[in-house]
């Protein structure tokens, strides 16, 4: 069976956000499973893209999105 394609994105992180997921990575590993950083990424997204078509944390995360600490530098 052939290798499920999958899309790449690249983005630029903070090493306080690049921190933030590799102790995430960590905290979600057992000793049975190793859980990449980019599991993190893929859990996040699903978790939001599930949370928002539910209509729930909508102003949350447009006001952590509106945080200079989030939002990527607008051009």
């Known amino acids: 069976m052939p ?5 790449r994105l690249q983005v ?3 090493e306080e956000q ?3 997921l590799t102790r995430t990575a960590y905290e979600l590993s ?3 499973r190793l859980i990449s950083k980019s ?3 893929r ?3 699903e978790r939001i893209a599930r949370e928002l078509g539910e209509g729930e944390h909508l102003d949350e995360y447009r006001a952590l999105l509106g945080d200079d600490n989030v ?3 607008k051009v």
């Open 12 to 14: 630029v992180i903070s």
């Open 39 to 41: 599991e993190v990424v």
């Open 71 to 73: 939002a990527d530098d």
């Open 43 to 45: 859990l996040a997204i």
């Open 3 to 7: 290798k499920k394609e999958r899309k």
């Open 30 to 32: 057992s000793p049975e």
């Open 18 to 20: 690049d921190a933030l």
